[in-house]
């Protein structure tokens, strides 16, 4: 059974970079055809996909966060970290990480598992 | 970018009821498609995948069905547990995946 957990400041400062790290077990992030998420929810409002990094190393991206992204795999610590760079208040949310595989005959990849989730909130 | 527009945003129903959900793209995207609930505080729970698939485990009073750009999520005999928010996806390796805006299930 994969899990995933989420980790990471949870208050950061204006203009400052954002950094979480999704540690993931009962699995490698480095094998198979998954790809590893980021989601985050405003508060009362819905979901947002951040973008993606495949096993590979290749990375699919928000159009409207992608100056400002980088997901990236830690095979060494089984993990997948996102920075978010010169944060505002619109970017508070709960952030959550999330595995996507390609089921047998599928030409794309659905979410399946999920973490709990971590609020982040911006503010000075 | 294709925009998801789920309807209605709220939806009062009551317990034993059968609801269905819309999901329409703003351009055809085959199948791939999926529905997920949510309660408060907690992440999200795939139900349907590739527009019709129920996923395992999930009680067979949730269906899914459509192709292109409309899609419908149907739960028959709603329990008390069901009462919830349900957002649909489009999914795509090529591109991110989009979320409509969600539907929030209460009770009446």
């Known amino acids: 059974q994969v899990q995933l957990q989420e980790s990471g400041p949870g208050l950061v400062k204006p203009s400052q970079t954002l950094s979480l790290t999704c540690s993931v077990s009962g699995g490698s992030i480095s094998s198979g055809d998954y790809s590893w998420t980021w989601i985050r929810q405003p508060a009362g409002s819905g979901l947002d996909y951040i973008g993606r990094v495949h096993t590979s190393g290749r990375t699919t991206y928000n159009p409207s966060l992608r100056s400002r992204l980088t997901i990236s795999l830690d095979t060494s610590k089984n993990q997948v970290s996102l920075k978010l760079s010169s944060v505002t208040a619109a970017d508070t949310a709960v952030y959550y990480c999330?595995?996507?595989?390609?089921?047998?005959?599928?030409?794309?990849?659905?979410?399946?598992?999920w973490g709990q989730g971590t609020l982040v909130t911006v503010s000075s | 970018d294709i925009q998801m527009t789920q309807s209605p945003s709220t939806l009062s129903a009551s317990v034993g009821d059968r609801v269905t959900i819309t999901c329409r793209a703003s351009q055809s995207i085959g199948i791939w498609l999926a529905w997920f609930q949510q309660k408060p505080g907690k992440a999200p729970n795939l139900l349907i995948y590739r527009a019709s698939s129920l996923e395992s485990g999930v009680p067979s009073r949730f269906s899914g069905s459509g192709s292109g750009t409309e899609f419908t999520l149907t739960v028959s005999g709603l329990q008390p547990d069901d009462f919830a928010t349900y957002y649909c996806q489009h999914y795509a390796s090529y591109s991110r995946g989009t979320f409509g805006q969600g539907t929030k299930l209460e009770i009446k």
């Open positions: 999330a595995r996507e595989r390609f089921r047998r005959g599928d030409l794309h990849p659905s979410l399946d598992y």
